[in-house]
């Protein structure tokens, strides 16, 4: 079935990296995009950017564009989010899901397939 | 970026109520209107795209409508399993969400 399935539980201190994965099954992984949300604890969702494994190209939040970047190893079917420089703030869930789209008169995007998330924890 | 403001905030609805969830854009998305249902401790499930076009799978008694900067979602008969958080999201440009709308049965 299509799924995405995400890497495990992190816990960073402030300034250091952080690397998760999103490994897709199940559908053409270079058809579709891959977007990445994240939520604080007790937060809404934000979103922090999006990529096509198609051609790479990538759009990210303006809040946070200096300091994530977000890959694909299509060899893998796997998307990645590298997020620097942690803050306390980064606290979150982080979820990756699959960018779909329906066309009608004009294209309509959407996130139809959804890991499971992986927390991030930032403490010193 | 566009804001999103759902109302309310908050709801408490019996078994079997009709539930309207309002969602408004600060300029116009045309139809460009996504609803997520969030369970707790649970990834978002998309229930509606397009303003109006149900997701596969969905229960019918989920509904979408609306165009410009304000649009519905609608639950025609209230059941326990919806207990959730319900987000809208506009993608007609860089994509935001609504603050979110908890739905608790009363």
């Known amino acids: 079935q299509v799924q995405l399935v995400q890497s495990g539980v992190e816990v960073k201190k402030p300034g250091a990296s952080v690397r998760i994965s999103c490994k897709a099954s199940g559908y053409n992984f270079i058809s579709y995009g891959v977007t990445w949300v994240r939520q604080a604890p007790g937060q809404g969702l934000e979103w922090m950017g999006g990529?096509?494994?198609?051609?790479?190209?990538?759009n990210y939040a303006q809040k946070i564009q200096d300091r994530v970047t977000l890959t694909t190893d299509t060899s893998t079917n796997t998307a990645y989010m590298e997020l620097r420089s942690l803050r306390p703030d980064d606290t979150a869930m982080y979820y990756c899901?699959?960018?779909?789209?329906?066309?009608?008169?004009?294209?309509?995007?959407?996130?139809?397939?959804w890991g499971k998330g992986t927390t991030v924890t930032v403490s010193s | 970026d566009i804001q999103m403001t759902q109302s309310p905030s908050s709801l408490s609805a019996s078994v079997g109520d009709r539930v309207t969830i309002t969602c408004r854009a600060d300029q116009s998305i045309s139809t460009h209107l996504n609803w997520y249902q969030q369970k707790p401790g649970k990834a978002p499930n998309l229930l509606i795209y397009?303003?109006?076009s149900l997701q596969s799978g969905v229960p019918s008694r989920f509904s979408g409508t609306g165009s410009g900067t304000d649009f519905t979602l609608t639950i025609s008969s209230l059941q326990p399993e919806d207990v959730a958080t319900y987000y809208c999201q506009q993608s007609y440009s860089v994509i935001t969400f609504g603050q979110g709308t908890r739905l608790e049965i009363k």
């Open positions: 990529i096509s494994p198609y051609n790479g190209n990538t």
């Open positions: 397009g303003a109006s």
């Open positions: 899901a699959r960018r779909n789209s329906a066309y009608d008169n004009g294209y309509y995007n959407y996130m139809d397939v």
